[in-house]
């Protein structure tokens, strides 16, 4: 099993704007709010949370699970 990547950049969806974020390791994260635009962000459909659809890495629940995810279940 490959280590655990902590860090993703979120793109926001409606202006570009990319940032690098630390995701939290024991919970999914269903809200991002754009510093650029103000844009909240929420999870598409299939995804369980903010980084799986907008980030460069997945959570790290589905890292460690291979895509299953609790708040996918």
């Given at each position: 099993m490959s280590a655990v990547e902590?860090?993703?950049t979120?793109?926001?969806p409606r202006?570009?704007?990319a940032?690098?974020?630390t995701m939290p390791t024991d919970a999914c994260q269903w809200f991002y709010e754009?510093?650029?635009c103000n844009a909240v962000?929420?999870?598409t459909a299939g995804d369980c949370c903010v980084f799986c659809s907008y980030?460069?890495?997945k959570?790290?629940?589905m890292q460690q699970l291979s895509g299953s995810c609790c708040a996918c279940e």
């Open positions: 902590l860090q993703s979120i793109t926001c202006c570009a704007h940032k690098a974020e754009c510093e650029n962000l929420r999870p980030g460069t890495n959570c790290p629940p």
